[in-house]
């Protein structure tokens, strides 16, 4: 979830295999991340979000890890379809931030038929 | 229920020349949100306001100006556009910026796709 400047970081997987995203997040603050799913020429779509007195949080075909000790966060996305092919973002927030987001550099994932 | 609108979906200016982007959200959110994305990059937040008549610097406010024209509308001037302004830029909105540690979800509009040569 770093910064890359022009160059994504890659995801690619084959259709129907579990695909994991990881993201560092950079302030030990924070209490709040969510992950946000950006599809090509749209906005970024909500996809799940967890709070920082859980550990783990699923949602349908999506499940959310996050560990505070060394503050990185993962996305994990089970039998992966191509329509889940985007670029996915990672953000986090707290009051240190007024409660603004402040979002990773972000992951495309690509899968393959 | 369209959610987040934003007018224009592409622009092109001649560096120096104003626009207006426009912001429109149908959810009764009481907070919205200007960012500005770059290739490749994550979002970065120009500005927001966090309830109607009130509007605070992000990250990246300089260039920009925001006008929260009530509760619907939120619109982000460029006054002289630059080269580096361009971008494509995300309006979002969340029910509020949250306190007490509860943060509330944004939802994001379609972006408006802006080059300024």
């Known amino acids: 979830g770093e910064s890359v400047g022009l160059h994504l970081p890659t995801l690619s997987v084959q259709e129907g295999d579990n695909s994991i995203i990881n993201c560092a997040y950079s302030?030990?603050?924070?209490?709040?991340f969510i992950w946000y799913k950006q599809e090509s020429g749209k906005g970024p779509q909500f996809i799940i979000d967890?709070?920082?007195?859980?550990d783990k949080r699923q949602g349908q075909r999506v499940t959310v890890l996050l560990n505070k000790t060394v503050k990185h966060l993962s996305l994990q996305i089970a039998a992966t379809q191509p329509g889940d092919s985007a670029v996915y973002f990672c953000?986090?927030?707290?009051?240190?931030?007024?409660?603004?987001?402040?979002f990773g550099g972000g992951t495309r994932l690509m899968v393959k038929p | 229920n369209a959610g987040v609108t934003q007018t224009p979906k592409f622009q092109v200016l001649k560096t120096g020349q104003s626009m207006t982007l426009q912001c429109a959200q149908d959810?009764?959110?009481?907070?919205m949100y200007w960012y500005r994305q770059d290739p490749g990059m994550g979002l970065r937040l120009i500005y927001y306001?966090?309830?109607?008549?009130?509007?605070d610097k992000g990250e990246v406010p300089n260039g920009y100006n925001v006008s929260r024209l009530n509760k619907r509308e939120f619109s982000l001037r460029l006054e002289s556009a630059a080269p580096s302004q361009t971008s494509v830029y995300f309006c979002?909105?969340?029910?509020?910026?949250?306190?007490?540690?509860?943060?509330?979800?944004?939802?994001f509009g379609p972006g408006t796709r802006l080059t300024v040569t």
């Open positions: 979002a909105s969340s029910a509020g910026t949250g306190g007490a540690g509860f943060i509330y979800e944004q939802y």
């Open positions: 302030n030990s603050a924070s209490d709040y």
């Open positions: 967890i709070r920082s007195n859980m």
């Open positions: 953000a986090e927030s707290g009051a240190h931030a007024g409660n603004m987001l402040t």
């Open positions: 959810m009764n959110h009481n907070s």
């Open positions: 306001s966090a309830s109607e008549g009130t509007t």
